[in-house]
Nanobody, 126 residues
Framework: QVQLVESGGGLVQAGGSLRLSCAAS????????MGWFRQAPGKEREFAAV????????TYEDSVKGRFTISRDNAKNTVYLQMNSLKPEDTAVYYC???????????????????WGQGTQVTVSS
């Protein structure tokens, strides 16, 4: 069966960095665009970043643009999220997800994703 397993979360001070990883199995990884979403307590799950199946196209939510970088290694079936200049408002559970939707607009919405990881907690202290 399909599994997405996130790792790399933790506690970091404001201004620090973390690198999240998401290892995929049970699917043809290179056929899927991969997204990172996050959900803070009491809030809805929100889009953070997405990368195309080939890795040639990336899109970011405005609040993370310039600070976060999404990348993928199709040989390792892994997608990454490098997070720099972290802020307390970045505190959330971060989820990776896979979608076979090729159009960009649907990739901003959780309902467009076929598979989800279990999430990894990121806490940024002030």
């Amino acid at each position: 069966q399909v599994q997405l397993v996130e790792s790399g979360g933790g506690l970091v001070q404001a201004g620090g960095s973390l690198r999240l990883s998401c290892a995929a199995s049970g699917l043809t990884f290179s056929n899927y665009a991969m997204g990172w979403f996050r959900q803070a307590p009491g809030k809805e799950r929100e889009f953070a970043a997405v990368i195309s199946w080939s890795g040639t196209s990336t899109t970011y939510e405005d609040s993370v643009k310039g600070r976060f970088t999404i990348s993928r290694d199709n040989a390792k079936n892994t997608v990454y999220l490098q997070m720099n200049s972290l802020k307390p408002e970045d505190t959330a559970v971060y989820y990776c997800a896979a979608t076979n939707k090729r159009a960009l607009a649907p990739q901003f919405h959780p309902v467009s994703y076929d598979y989800w990881g279990q999430g990894t907690q990121v806490t940024v202290s002030s």
